[in-house]
């Protein structure tokens, strides 16, 4: 007799209503996915024969959500190379200097405050690359697709800021080692190099960038000449993860060309059911597309719960405040004693992009320390329509400068403003209180008198925003001090 019992199962929505429209970024998750609020009915003790079809719907649904969290680092990157080989037009030895508020639009939670000095290597083409690095005042490094640290390049590499040639060295040959070099064993065939200039000089900046060079080590007697780039001005673009079939298209695209790591082989046997399989084209039926496509928005969503709103133990800089770490990776190889840093890295790879020990200091006055917060005092998301204030307490902990930086939820890059400003900070001219103290602000209109001290945000849109202390001192760390949580103004 059939048991009459029936097995629900449906996909919990999670509804973020963070105000923004699809015309305004293709990067924007809209509607609510439920893929399977369809009943399971059972035959006796097994799923029905109409059933079966259903359940297996299930399992590549779920199974696409975890896909899409897990290839977030890697479609990231994978993402921006690709801007910058055709938007950019630069080649693999080329330097893209985002210098201007315009430049760096773009790029995942960028600091507004310094210029950045990026380049994607490809190590399939070049095979062993050189980068000659020039003495000066610079902070960056060298980092794999999934957006691990493979070498620390500046003041706190090898090189201790007085320059020096590193070779990065593809996967299969390990063991080349020629002497002269800082050599740095790659752990996949493309790979990101990037640093920033620290001299408050611009003139500074822009000669030292231009004594950097790349080029294949075979061509090291006579290497091409490495071109600085500056992005397009007349053209708009995000170095971020696309949406719908578009992501799952790049995370194919790039798992031909890199090795598949042990950690990744399950993830692997799933993608082969979604039609991603490495060495075969991407070709998904209707089916599978429907599939790809919820999931890749139900996995949005779900990796802005995991950063946004986030559930790490001891997250919280101060307790009782809502300035969360952003850094929660617990060591740039993404791996501890007993798992991968799965949830960490989704987490941090979602709204940013690039993770090195110096972010992670635990020493003071060097590296960089960061704290974001999403909410208000009261737990609300930060509303563009909304006006803002945050008080900094005198003598922030910072030895170099400090900064705090607006970026849109949608996109997570620098809010793209009337104003042409997303940062403040104590480079800038701001206006102090007489205990020393300053009171910022964020809100559609700038309170009279306080313009110094504004950013502008947008009606319709949320925001969050990052507090950089380049150099953090001991006060930092000890928590002496300590500032209060981004409160509305009504």
Not at 433 to 454: C, Q, T, V
Request: charge should be neutral.
């Amino acid at each position: 007799m059939k048991n009459k019992f029936l097995l629900i199962l449906s996909c919990t929505s999670l509804i973020f209503n963070i105000g923004c429209k699809k015309s305004e970024t293709e990067n924007v998750a809209s509607t609510t996915v439920a893929l399977s609020e369809t009943a399971i009915k059972m035959d006796g003790e097994l799923p029905s024969k109409e059933s079966i079809p259903v359940l297996f719907d299930e399992m590549d649904f779920q199974q696409a959500t975890q896909c899409y969290l897990w290839g977030l680092p890697i479609v990231a990157f994978a993402e921006w190379q690709h801007i910058q080989y055709t938007t950019f037009n630069a080649t693999s030895n080329d330097l893209i200097f985002y210098n201007s508020y315009n430049d760096r639009l773009g790029i995942l939670t960028g600091n507004a405050t310094t210029p950045y000095i990026i380049s994607f290597l490809d190590l399939a083409e070049n095979g062993p690359t050189v980068i000659e690095m020039p003495a000066g005042h610079t902070a960056g490094g060298l980092g794999d697709f999934w957006q691990r640290e493979q070498a620390v390049i500046g003041e706190m590499g090898p090189d201790k800021g007085k320059g020096g040639k590193y070779l990065l060295v593809p996967p299969t040959m390990k063991d080349f080692k020629p002497a002269g070099y800082f050599i740095v064993p790659c752990n996949t065939v493309n790979m990101f190099f990037g640093f920033r200039a620290l001299d408050p000089d611009p003139k500074t900046t822009e000669t030292l960038v231009k004594q950097v060079k790349i080029y294949p080590y075979a061509k090291r007697a006579n290497p091409t000449p490495t071109k600085v780039i500056s992005p397009p001005a007349d053209k708009k673009w995000y170095g971020i993860q696309p949406t719908g079939i578009a992501y799952w298209e790049r995370l194919h695209a790039i798992l031909q060309e890199e090795p598949v790591e042990e950690r990744d082989r399950f993830f692997m046997a799933w993608l082969r059911n979604l039609g991603i399989e490495k060495g075969k084209p991407f070709a998904p039926d209707e089916h599978q597309k429907k599939i790809l496509v919820a999931a890749a928005e139900k996995g949005q969503q779900m990796a802005m719960a995991n950063s946004f709103s986030k559930r790490f133990a001891d997250v919280k800089h101060w307790p009782d405040k809502k300035w969360d770490y952003v850094m929660i990776i617990k060591d740039p190889s993404q791996h501890t004693d007993n798992y991968d840093e799965f949830f960490e890295r989704t987490s941090y790879f979602y709204e940013a992009v690039t993770y090195s020990k110096a972010m992670i200091t635990k020493t003071p006055n060097v590296g960089q320390a960061y704290l974001g917060s999403y909410f208000d005092n009261t737990g609300n998301w930060l509303d563009g329509g909304k006006n803002y204030t945050l008080n900094v307490p005198a003598n922030p902990p910072a030895v170099n400068f400090w900064s705090i930086t607006v970026y849109d939820v949608a996109t997570r890059c620098l809010i793209d403003n009337p104003q042409k400003n997303a940062d403040l900070s104590s480079r800038k001219d701001l206006i102090k209180n007489a205990d020393g103290s300053i009171d910022l602000y964020f809100g559609p209109k700038a309170p009279a008198g306080k313009e110094k001290n504004w950013v502008q945000t947008l009606a319709g849109k949320h925001w969050f925003t990052y507090m950089r202390f380049y150099g953090p001192t001991a006060a930092y760390f000890d928590k002496s001090w300590k500032m209060d949580d981004i409160k509305e103004v009504k």
